[in-house]
């Protein structure tokens, strides 16, 4: 069963940073890309950021190239969203996401975690 | 960047009712389109991807058409466990969603 479990999420302040865990199970982990789409309170979602399996193509968002950082270790099956110089707007629920198909990125997302919740505030 | 615009944000219909949503693209994506339902608290849920197959598991009530920039999501008999929201998605270049669009009870 495929299982991907978020984890990091908390309160942080302005200009603060975050790391981000994605803990994946029950697929072979380096064959599927993966992102973080994240979810504003109340509002609609959000792609963040995405890698490939292999880990050597990674993609961000406008909103937020140059401040996030994807990375991953198949070895760990665990991947991370690295987030610096966070913002009141970078509130969200963060959800990992499984690619649908295995190859080269762009997929459809066929499993997602539960998400973990990151509120920027003073 | 390509964009994607859900019609209506909100449905209000009844069990029964067979609803639609449309999902308009700045441009062409092809056939790379997929809808999730959402429920409140819950993660996104895969229905339907490359803009018309089903995904295993959810139920037959469930369609998607389209190609190009214009795509829809029809649910042929709304039941009471479908009343979420609804997300387009392209994947064509990147990744983008529309706004989505809440089914509520009328």
Not at chain 1, 4 to 27: H, I, K, N, T, W
Not at chain 1, 33 to 46: D, F, I, N, T
Not at chain 1, 66 to 79: E, M, P
Request: proline letters at 4%; one cysteine or more; aromatic letters at 12%.
């Amino acid at each position: 069963e495929v299982q991907l479990l978020e984890s990091g999420g908390g309160l942080v302040q302005p200009g603060g940073s975050l790391r981000l865990s994605c803990a994946a199970s029950g697929y072979t982990l380096s064959a599927y890309g993966v992102s973080w789409v994240r979810q504003a309170p109340g509002k609609g979602l959000e792609w963040v950021s995405g890698i490939s399996g292999s880990g050597s193509n990674t993609y961000y968002a406008d909103s937020v190239r140059g401040r996030f950082t994807i990375s991953r270790d198949n070895y760990k099956n665990t991947l991370w969203l690295q987030m610096h110089s966070l913002s009141a707007e970078d509130t969200a629920v963060y959800y990992c996401a499984k690619d649908g198909e295995s190859g080269t990125s762009p997929y459809y997302f066929d499993f997602w975690g539960q998400g973990t919740l990151v509120t920027v505030s003073s | 960047d390509i964009q994607l615009t859900q019609s209506p944000s909100t449905l209000s219909a009844s069990v029964g009712d067979r609803v639609t949503i449309t999902c308009r693209a700045s441009q062409s994506v092809n056939t790379w389109l997929a809808w999730y339902q959402q429920k409140p608290g819950k993660a996104p849920k895969l229905l339907i991807y490359k803009a018309s197959t089903l995904e295993g598991g959810v139920p037959s009530r469930f369609s998607g058409s389209g190609s190009g920039t214009e795509f829809s999501l029809t649910i042929s008999s709304l039941q009471p466990d479908d009343f979420a929201t609804y997300y387009c998605q392209q994947y064509n270049s990147y990744w983008t969603f529309g706004q989505g669009t809440k089914v509520e009870i009328k």
